[in-house]
Nanobody
Framework: QVQLAESGGGLVQAGGSLRLSCAAS????????VAWFRQAPGKEREFVAH????????VYADSVKGRFTISRDNAKNTLYLQMSSLKPDDTAVYYC??????????????????WGQGTQVTVSS
């Protein structure tokens, strides 16, 4: 069982930066593949980035490639998303997610079993 809690969201101007954190509890987090998703008003939840349990094999959605960086610190049981050059289109609730132990990486919401409550990111123009 893994419990996740995001933080770090807020209001930022276009071109600015934010770092999101996802604190995890549970003994299996350090061995779980994890991801960030986001959901804008009226839209489906979409994949942002994922990273393997050992911190390699990071993959990004085309819309954030080169601007966002996903990382993790297993000693702290924490997942991060560094966001730079933010655009108004990045406005959404951001969620961290963890796959069940032993499941590989994926880009769909169905792939992940554990979810945080989300943190709001608003980018003003």
């Amino acid at each position: 069982q893994v419990q996740l809690a995001e933080s770090g969201g807020g209001l930022v101007q276009a071109g600015g930066s934010l770092r999101l954190s996802c604190a995890a509890s549970g003994r299996t987090f350090s061995r779980s593949n994890v991801a960030w998703f986001r959901q804008a008003p009226g839209k489906e939840r979409e994949f942002v980035a994922h990273i393997s349990w050992i911190g390699t094999s990071a993959v990004y959605a085309d819309s954030v490639k080169g601007r966002f960086t996903i990382s993790r610190d297993n000693a702290k049981n924490t997942l991060y998303l560094q966001m730079s050059s933010l655009k108004p289109d990045d406005t959404a609730v951001y969620y961290c997610a963890a796959a069940p132990l032993g499941r590989g990486l994926g880009v769909t919401t169905r792939h992940y079993e554990y979810w945080g409550q989300g943190t709001q990111v608003t980018v003003s123009s």
